[in-house]
């Protein structure tokens, strides 16, 4: 699903900036789950790409870690 991106980006940045909460929008939440996205921040830093998951709550609790179920990836110019 990535190779669209990697066609125009040779990295995708995983440093602070990239992980920054400015860079992140929870889209709804209810007790189930979270929809966020997250913009994928590359070298050039045009930041022209976003995933767009399903943080799954009950799941992430009894894992004790994130579990995530990825929804779409997309192209924010088209």
């Keep these: 699903m990535l190779a669209p991106y990697f ?5 995708l940045r995983i440093d602070p ?3 920054s909460p400015q860079n992140t929008r929870f889209v ?8 966020v996205e997250q913009i994928l921040c590359d070298p050039e ?5 976003m995933i767009a998951c399903k ?7 009894e894992a004790g870690h994130p579990v995530l179920e990825l929804e779409k990836i997309r192209d924010l110019r088209d």
């Design 17 to 19: 900036v990239a992980r």
């Design 55 to 61: 943080v799954h709550l009950d799941r992430s609790r």
């Design 28 to 35: 709804s939440k209810d007790e189930a789950f979270w929809r």
């Design 45 to 49: 830093e045009t930041n022209d790409w």
């Design 7 to 11: 066609e125009e980006h040779k990295l």
